[in-house]
Nanobody, 130 residues
Framework: QLQLVESGGGSVQPGGSLRLSCAASGLTLDYFDIGWFRQAPGKEREGASCISSRHGRTYYIDSVQGRFTISRDNTKNTVTLQMNSLKTEDTGVYYC???????????????????????WGQGTQVTVSS
């Protein structure tokens, strides 16, 4: 059973940076697409970024493109989300999630639809405020 634990959240001023980590245990992440999602108070959970399992291609929603960077280290079984130039609208609980992509299937790009993901962490709070 795959377990995911997020860390690195906190409070920063606008323009600041945070580095979120998603540590996996139970299974290796080699064949999992990983996504980072966020949920602001009173809003639905939305996908922010994802990284595919085999070729490591990345995707970002427009609002974080150029400010966030997702990366994975399969040797450490972790995925990181570097967040720079943070804005107040980035505030929310951030979750990492995973979905298994069997290697026998064709390579595909990851997506940020929360319904695609099966394994979820407990979340970490990010607050951007002056």
């Amino acid at each position: 059973q795959l377990q995911l634990v997020e860390s690195g959240g906190g409070s920063v001023q606008p323009g600041g940076s945070l580095r979120l980590s998603c540590a996996a245990s139970g299974l290796t992440l080699d064949y999992f697409d990983i996504g980072w999602f966020r949920q602001a108070p009173g809003k639905e959970r939305e996908g922010a970024s994802c990284i595919s399992s085999r070729h490591g291609r990345t995707y970002y929603i427009d609002s974080v493109q150029g400010r966030f960077t997702i990366s994975r280290d399969n040797t450490k079984n972790t995925v990181t989300l570097q967040m720079n130039s943070l804005k107040t609208e980035d505030t929310g609980v951030y979750y990492c999630a995973a979905i298994f992509r069997p290697p026998i299937l064709p390579v595909r790009m990851c997506d940020v639809d929360p319904n695609e993901y099966r394994h979820w962490g407990q979340g970490t709070q990010v607050t951007v405020s002056s």
